[in-house]
């Protein structure tokens, strides 16, 4: 079903085509699980790192805009990850997607996504403003609707702030919102886990993404040796039936190292609505550019797709990033050193 569902995706893919990540490496507070680099903005270091960091995100993405024209490239998504870009306030939000909307052509993206993923830090003037500068698509990120397992994995809200959020994103104008669920979380059951995705569907989101939870060693799970038993995930993963009898079909799906029982990833999506740059950066269709610390540049040689990708690095931690930003801007060459080696014949 997936591969029926790709089929028309990767026959239409030219090239030339590439995507745009931009990272916000910031949350409000750090998820148990979490083994990215991202920074809490609750400590006043932290939040002093944040506006030079949008700053520098601006101009790194003036340089990726220069450099896609140079090459030739055509962009077709863009995606706002993180971290949590909600993070940043109302203002730098409004900094960063304006700047975005001046310096790219979005009425010629196929599509813009914004994560939107914790509701403690996304409220009524952040949807609007990421509905006001062109996202087409954002994600609101519950995990799990159980207040215990919430408190479990390090969240200070509760399902009702999701229920609320995802209201206030309806309200603001939102038509295509994904929510992202965890098989596998500290404390919860299969009956806990089959909940939560019926509230899921009854909010009726047009993409469920269903994760595998996955222990790295930089988690606090992990480290900190709380990681105890854990119940039958993949009997929570069975359950993900539901999703097909509520009209869902899955569009991608991937693995990764230390997923408990070795299990997957799925994105579901209803008809229509598939997210285009999680099917782009899954089959490695089309090169991706990458803003901001911890992003990492795929190029997809042209015509050679699921080829050998060449990868350029952004230094890993926002202050890295700051400190030594001519570094990441000298380091655009290599993207236009790459076509200029694929595309002459
Ligand atoms: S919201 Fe995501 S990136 Fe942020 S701490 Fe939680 S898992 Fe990590």
Same mark, same amino acid.
């Given at each position: 079903?997936?591969?029926?569902?790709?089929?028309?995706?990767?026959?239409?893919?030219?090239?030339?085509d590439?995507?745009? +990540?931009?990272?916000?490496?910031?949350?409000p507070?750090?998820?148990?699980?979490?083994?990215?680099?991202?920074?809490?903005?609750?400590?006043?270091?932290?939040?002093?790192l944040?506006?030079? +960091?949008?700053?520098?995100?601006?101009?790194?993405?003036?340089?990726?805009?220069?450099?896609?024209?140079?090459?030739?490239?055509?962009?077709?998504?863009?995606?706002?990850?993180?971290?949590?870009?909600?993070?940043?306030?109302?203002?730098?939000?409004?900094?960063?997607?304006?700047?975005?909307?001046?310096?790219f052509?979005?009425?010629?993206?196929d599509? /813009?996504?914004v994560?939107?993923?914790?509701p403690?830090?996304?409220?009524?003037e952040?949807?609007?403003?990421i509905?006001?500068y062109?996202?087409?698509?954002?994600?609101?990120?519950?995990?799990?609707?159980?207040?215990?397992?919430l408190?479990?994995?390090?969240?200070?809200?509760?399902?009702?702030?999701?229920i609320?959020?995802?209201?206030?994103?309806?309200?603001?104008?939102?038509?295509?919102?994904?929510?992202?669920?965890?098989?596998?979380?500290?404390g919860?059951?299969v009956e806990?886990?089959?909940?939560?995705?019926?509230?899921?569907?009854?909010?009726?989101?047009?993409?469920?993404?269903?994760?595998?939870?996955?222990?790295?060693?930089?988690?606090n799970?992990?480290?900190?040796?709380?990681?105890?038993a /854990?119940?039958?995930?993949?009997?929570m993963?069975?359950?993900?039936?539901?999703?097909?009898?509520?009209?869902?079909?899955? +569009?991608y799906? /991937?693995?990764?190292?230390?997923?408990?029982?070795n299990?997957?990833?799925?994105?579901?999506?209803?008809?229509?609505?598939?997210?285009? +740059?999680?099917?782009?950066?899954?089959?490695e269709?089309?090169?991706?550019?990458?803003?901001?610390?911890?992003?990492s540049?795929?190029?997809?040689?042209?015509?050679?797709?699921?080829?050998?990708?060449?990868?350029?690095?952004n230094?890993?931690?926002?202050?890295? /990033?700051?400190?030594?930003?001519?570094?990441?801007?000298?380091?655009?060459?290599?993207?236009?050193?790459?076509?200029?080696?694929?595309?002459?014949?």
């Amino acid at each position: 079903g997936i591969a029926d569902l790709q089929r028309p995706v990767l026959d239409a893919a030219d090239p030339m085509d590439c995507s745009i +990540y931009a990272g916000i490496p910031f949350c409000p507070t750090r998820c148990s699980y979490c083994s990215f680099v991202s920074r809490t903005v609750g400590d006043k270091a932290t939040r002093a790192l944040v506006q030079p +960091y949008v700053d520098k995100l601006c101009r790194e993405l003036t340089a990726i805009r220069e450099t896609a024209d140079r090459c030739g490239l055509r962009i077709r998504t863009f995606y706002i990850g993180g971290g949590t870009p909600t993070a940043l306030s109302a203002a730098q939000l409004e900094q960063l997607m304006s700047h975005i909307a001046r310096t790219f052509d979005l009425a010629a993206l196929d599509e /813009y996504t914004v994560e939107a993923g914790r509701p403690d830090c996304t409220d009524a003037e952040k949807l609007r403003i990421i509905k006001q500068y062109g996202a087409t698509r954002i994600s609101i990120n519950p995990q799990t609707f159980s207040d215990e397992v919430l408190r479990n994995i390090g969240r200070r809200h509760t399902a009702q702030d999701i229920i609320d959020c995802f209201a206030a994103a309806r309200a603001a104008g939102h038509t295509n919102i994904n929510m992202d669920l965890i098989a596998g979380l500290p404390g919860d059951t299969v009956e806990g886990f089959t909940a939560s995705l019926r509230q899921a569907i009854a909010l009726d989101p047009e993409n469920i993404t269903v994760h595998t939870l996955t222990l790295k060693r930089a988690s606090n799970l992990v480290v900190e040796h709380r990681a105890a038993a /854990y119940d039958d995930v993949s009997a929570m993963l069975e359950s993900c039936r539901e999703l097909a009898d509520a009209g869902y079909r899955p +569009y991608y799906m /991937y693995r990764q190292k230390g997923t408990l029982q070795n299990l997957e990833n799925i994105g579901w999506a209803k008809p229509g609505c598939e997210c285009l +740059y999680n099917i782009y950066i899954m089959e490695e269709i089309h090169t991706i550019l990458s803003a901001g610390a911890g992003g990492s540049t795929k190029l997809v040689i042209p015509g050679q797709r699921r080829g050998k990708i060449e990868r350029i690095f952004n230094f890993k931690y926002p202050t890295e /990033y700051i400190d030594r930003f001519e570094e990441i801007l000298a380091r655009k060459q290599g993207v236009e050193d790459f076509y200029a080696r694929y595309t002459t014949t």
